[in-house]
């Protein structure tokens, strides 16, 4: 087996209508204009899903964080506290920034740009 690539990543979501507020009007991220719960992250899609919907009991993917590559984690960050969204911090690696926050749902979203080479 060869994977190519990851293809879209499950976003669960109790509120889509709300979840899709905030990763179109405040992420700014590419609706798929045939899929609205669908969203573009430069290679990857996010899926937006309501596990109720499913069978599946809710749980929200705090655990594990989507890392969203920008060009200036200190700019993006300030844009989108001025949206409103609230950080819960953030990390220089040695390598790399991140900013962390979360969507309206609680799932883990980090702000990340390397800078270096792995070391």
Same mark, same amino acid.
């Given at each position: ?6 293809? /879209? ?7 889509? &209508? ?16 045939? &899929?609205?719960?669908? /969203?573009?992250? *430069? ?17 929200? *993917? ?21 949206? *409103? ?35």
């Amino acid at each position: 087996m060869n994977i190519e690539r990851v293809d /879209f990543v499950d976003v669960p979501s109790r509120d889509i &209508e709300r979840s899709i507020a905030f990763y179109r009007d405040v992420l700014e991220l590419p609706q798929n204009p045939y &899929e609205p719960t669908e /969203f573009e992250a *430069g290679n990857v899609t996010l899926a937006l899903w309501r596990p109720e919907d499913q069978g599946v009991e809710f749980s929200s *993917g705090a655990s594990h964080g989507i890392a969203l590559r920008v060009a200036d984690v200190a700019a993006a960050r300030a844009e989108l506290e001025a949206k *409103g969204v609230e950080f819960i911090g953030e990390r220089d690696s040695g390598v790399c920034n991140m900013a962390f926050f979360t969507d309206p749902d609680g799932n883990s979203l980090i702000l990340h740009r390397r800078y270096a080479p792995h070391g």
